[in-house]
């Protein structure tokens, strides 16, 4: 893969240092994509009052607030545009203060900030609502003790007036009770409900800040675990045992994939080492010299390595139960993340790191068998059950202790789930199919992998078709939505009774565009042998993320290897002894097509994250390595039709489908420095922190001993 630049002087790699600059930039596939500042079409902010007009604290408010525990919100903002004809559309930095609620000096209350959320704000007078988190940190412990209200910053507020391009121009607002009949204040409701009595305007929280929760042996932590599925089926799978390939039944599918995610509360979200895959980018390195000694936090290695990990033992494990039947759970197993394979499976799997500010997920995937099995089996106690819920359960020992006041408290979750069950292929009278699908979508919303493959294998009357085919897309929304296929193989066959009617085509595509397409048709004999394969490379621009008061552009380069390895025959035969052979039939036949293939898609495919930021009182970089998909899926298959003399069809095949893959994974940080009063000198801001396992799949194991004659 090509590795963008980074050895630019820094004017030039922070010459746009907000994402809202890199706005117009087009996420399509290009080889180098060279637009920024006026090239994108805007150097100076088009929208016109911006103003927040809700704002939810999602959390009781008698219960007290935890430095470094993080608040649920939910805030929504509204703009119009300087041609309200033609709406404006940029990235805006949204940063939320902890000031003060009965200052010292009401002229100059103390505060301190959360880590800004970058949306992408349309300027067409609706408001766009947001829910998210922010983190009252280590910055804020000489506020803790009393009461807080929150405030909110736009695109970093007057203290870089002039240095940022797009920048905004709206005043912070402090909602205070001394404030709050100010008209910037009154813009903001508190509830969502249009048919409320009491709209809550002038959004004054006030937040009872305390210090960490402590004992003996220093600060405590709070896990907070979430569990998700991108699909709402449990499956449980047909176990094969007839017609089995020589290389053994396929083996047993996962009935569902889960995403175990967790939150480290009670340690600073801005203070953790960099990871493997991290880097500080050289320019930031020649601003800040000091940077990578400072983004030690004066910790040693040890210590700072300990942020990345949990204070004793923790696991997660899983379990099922029917919807029915509350006070009966069975034991889900999982594959073991230690393992390569698809045999080795637990009970339970060891959380063995955690990222402070970010959720942390894991994927694993999860297996009805033994004890469960048998419950939603025949003859089982929910033989007759299709609604049924799988809870994961984060297990620590270790003492927790941080905020009560949110939703969420519980270290087990559930997932409702419809279980299906597999039933045995039909084998119609009229066709023999070998069909397989797999699917996978992993990752968060901000940045996300979805890998879908398929092959179907067919002998019917009209002869024997084939084909194999996959697809990655990346997606999320990092200050703006994107999304693109970044890789597509197909490869496809069909032997027709009627040699005319033969086709085969191949076509392999990266980014959006073909990078290579063969077709052959109406040819009695069609053999194809070929190790195809390119090395592509694009850029996603216009990206953003917060960090401090302000928005640092970014953009992702994804590359790598793609292709598909070929080694297959399509022909007519016309000799009885060779047709009689491979119908494996005494029978006189004296016509036959066979189809020989063996076509292996595979992509490799890794991102880089990069971009910055450079001002007088901001400076920051990402530099992160990624990895997104590593797949390969071969088919084998060997396909066979025949007319015997007395107008019997046989036919007669064999399929074997394969897979190694691996999804996303990589953690991605923003480091730098800020000199705003309310902010810390160093940072580092977690985006990400995402892994996944790699798994070598035997997926589909057919063939047939005999032939089969068909209607």
């Known amino acids: 893969m090509s590795q963008p630049s980074l050895s630019r002087p820094l004017a030039t790699w922070f010459a746009v240092p907000l994402l809202a600059a890199l706005v117009g930039c087009s996420s399509d596939a290009s080889e180098e994509p060279t637009c920024s500042g006026d090239e994108c079409g805007r150097t100076t902010s088009d929208l016109r009052n911006v103003r927040l007009t809700h704002l939810g604290v999602k959390y009781d408010l008698s219960q007290p607030v935890f430095l470094n525990n993080r608040i649920p919100i939910s805030f929504g903002v509204t703009a119009d545009s300087a041609d309200p004809e033609s709406p404006a559309t940029q990235i805006v930095a949204v940063s939320f203060n902890f000031v003060e609620a009965n200052p010292t000096d009401p002229t100059n209350p103390r505060s301190c900030g959360s880590s800004a959320a970058s949306i992408e704000l349309t300027g067409d007078g609706r408001e ?132 175990s995610s967790f939150v480290v509360n009670g340690r600073d979200p801005y203070i953790s080492p960099l990871s493997e895959g991290e880097s500080i980018p050289a320019d930031l390195l020649e601003a800040e010299p000091t940077i990578e000694q400072d983004l030690k936090f004066g910790l040693d290695d040890a210590a700072l390595a300990a942020l990345n990990q949990l204070p004793g033992k923790a696991t997660v494990r899983y379990s099922l139960r029917s919807a029915a039947d509350a006070s009966t759970t069975l034991p889900l197993t999982v594959n073991d993340p230690e393992s390569g394979g698809a045999g080795t499976r637990v009970t339970e799997v060891a959380v063995k790191k955690v990222m402070p500010g970010t959720a942390t997920t894991v994927v694993h995937e999860l297996f009805i068998e033994g004890e469960a099995l048998a419950a939603v089996s025949d003859g089982g106690i929910w033989a007759n059950e299709t609604d049924f819920v799988v809870t994961g359960c984060f297990d620590g020992d270790f003492t927790q202790q941080g905020n009560q006041g949110d939703a969420g408290l519980e270290d087990c979750k559930d997932i409702p789930v419809q279980l299906a069950r597999e039933e045995a292929p039909a084998s119609a009278a009229s066709a023999i199919t070998f069909a397989k699908s797999f699917h996978q979508k992993l990752g968060s919303s901000r940045i996300g992998i979805e890998g879908s493959m398929s092959t179907n294998n067919r002998l019917d009357r009209s002869g024997a078709s084939s084909s194999n085919e996959g697809s990655v897309v990346l997606s999320g929304k990092l200050g703006k939505h994107f999304e693109l296929v970044i890789a597509h193989a197909e490869a496809n066959a069909k032997l027709d009774v009627d040699p005319e009617k033969n086709s085969y085509d191949v076509n392999v595509d990266a980014f959006g565009k073909s990078l290579f397409s063969d077709s052959k048709t109406a040819e009695p004999k069609i053999v194809k042998t070929d190790e195809i394969s390119f090395a592509k490379s694009t850029q996603i621009g216009g990206l953003g993320f917060g960090f401090g008061p302000v928005s640092v552009g970014f953009k992702i380069s994804v590359g790598g290897e793609l292709g598909v390895d070929l080694e297959d025959t399509l022909e007519v035969i016309g000799d009885n002894e060779t047709c009689a052979d491979m119908l494996q039939t005494s029978d006189v036949v004296n016509a036959c097509g066979s189809m020989s293939r063996v076509a292996s898609p595979h992509f490799a495919l890794t991102g880089e994250l990069f971009g910055g930021i450079n001002l007088r009182l901001v400076k920051a970089g990402v530099q992160a390595d990624l990895k997104f998909v590593k797949t390969s899926f071969p088919l084998t298959a060997a396909l066979g039709f025949g007319l015997t003399e007395d107008n019997q069809f046989l036919v007669r095949g064999d399929a074997d489908w394969d897979m190694d893959l691996k999804l996303i994974e990589g953690d991605v940080a923003i480091v730098g420095s800020v000199g705003f009063r309310r902010w810390r000198k160093r940072l580092k801001v977690n985006l990400f922190s995402f892994s996944s396992p790699t798994r070598s799949m035997h997926l589909m194991s057919n063939s047939m001993a005999n032939f089969e004659t068909l209607d």
């Open 128 to 259: 766009q609502l947001v829910d998210g988190f922010i983190w009252p940190s280590s910055d804020c412990e000489e506020l803790a003790g009393a009461p807080v209200n929150l405030g909110v910053v736009f695109d970093a507020g007057a203290e870089t007036e002039g240095e940022i391009p797009d920048a905004v121009s709206t005043p912070s607002v402090t909602f205070s009770a001394a404030n709050a009949k100010e008209p910037a204040n009154q813009a903001c409701r508190s509830s969502l409900e249009e048919d409320s009595t009491d709209l809550g305007l002038g959004c004054v929280y006030e937040l009872d800040l305390q210090p960490t929760p402590s004992d003996a042996n220093g600060s405590l932590i709070d896990v907070r675990y979430l569990l998700s599925s991108k699909s709402s089926v449990a499956l449980v799978p047909f176990q094969q045992t007839e017609n089995v390939g020589p290389n053994g039944p396929p083996d047993l599918e996962p009935s569902l994939v889960v995403e």
